[in-house]
């Protein structure tokens, strides 16, 4: 699976946008953007994930660039209920393909 | 969407003794569940790949004799710590995806904290 980059932590005030970049400049063509985001002590909670096309759904949005080489989560009101790590991975579409894990961006939202 | 349980949620264990994890997909079918550990302040790494009859596929550096597997069944994975010891202390996470769909998410059970004292 293709690598990916990810901010180490980010700010949001709580009620604003949430806007988390992650860069996959090695994604190749059959490779999905997939975004997780773990609440401390808990299992990964997926959120959202897309191959081409901007995605949305009632958690998020996800942009991704026409080159497909990064892409952009977009919380549209962040709760403090948000704070979170979120991880964005890159996978290939088969079921059978793990989720790799990076670091993440850890996001405090702030009252 | 789809959930995962995972039993127990925390578990404290002596030294030298043995401790099952049970990771249940509820509401869908699963042929392949993930293995991940967790160490604090870091992120996931996978430990194996468990396959519905037959042997699980486990990541380099990872003893298969330590951590046993078993995925008797589609909705069913443990992983067995044998003979733990205080550096198996960790965060321990299945997920799983649903067979008859490609191109799908994974969903995750809410982990398993272990303490070996």
């Known amino acids: 699976d293709a690598k990916t980059t990810q901010p180490t932590s980010m700010d949001c005030a709580e009620g604003r946008a949430a806007n988390l970049p992650c860069n996959h400049s090695?994604?190749?063509?059959?490779?999905?953007v997939y975004w997780y985001r773990q609440i401390h002590s808990q299992g990964p909670q997926y959120i959202i994930h897309g191959l081409k096309n901007n995605e949305t759904n009632e958690m998020a949005s996800l942009i991704i660039t026409e080159d497909r080489k990064s892409s952009t989560l977009i919380l549209p009101h962040a709760t403090l209920r948000d704070t979170a790590v979120y991880y964005c991975i890159v996978r290939d579409g088969g079921a059978g393909n793990m989720l790799t894990f990076g670091g993440g961006t850890r996001l405090m939202v702030k009252p | 969407g789809a959930v995962v349980s995972q039993h127990p949620s925390w578990v404290i264990c002596k030294s030298g003794t043995s401790v099952k994890i049970e990771c249940r997909s509820l509401d869908f079918q699963a042929t392949t569940m993930f293995w991940y550990r967790q160490f604090p302040k870091q992120s996931l790494m996978l430990m194996a790949t468990?396959?519905?009859?037959?042997?699980?596929?486990?990541e380099q550096g990872v003893e298969k004799d330590k951590f046993l597997i078993n995925h008797a069944s589609l909705t069913l994975s443990t992983l067995t710590v044998t003979s733990a010891h205080p550096e198996d202390s960790s965060f321990y996470i299945c997920s799983a995806i649903e067979a008859s769909r490609l191109n799908t998410e994974a969903f995750f059970g809410q982990g398993t904290r272990l303490t070996v004292v």
């Open positions: 468990s396959n519905e009859g037959s042997k699980a596929t486990y």
């Open positions: 090695t994604i190749s063509g059959n490779e999905y």
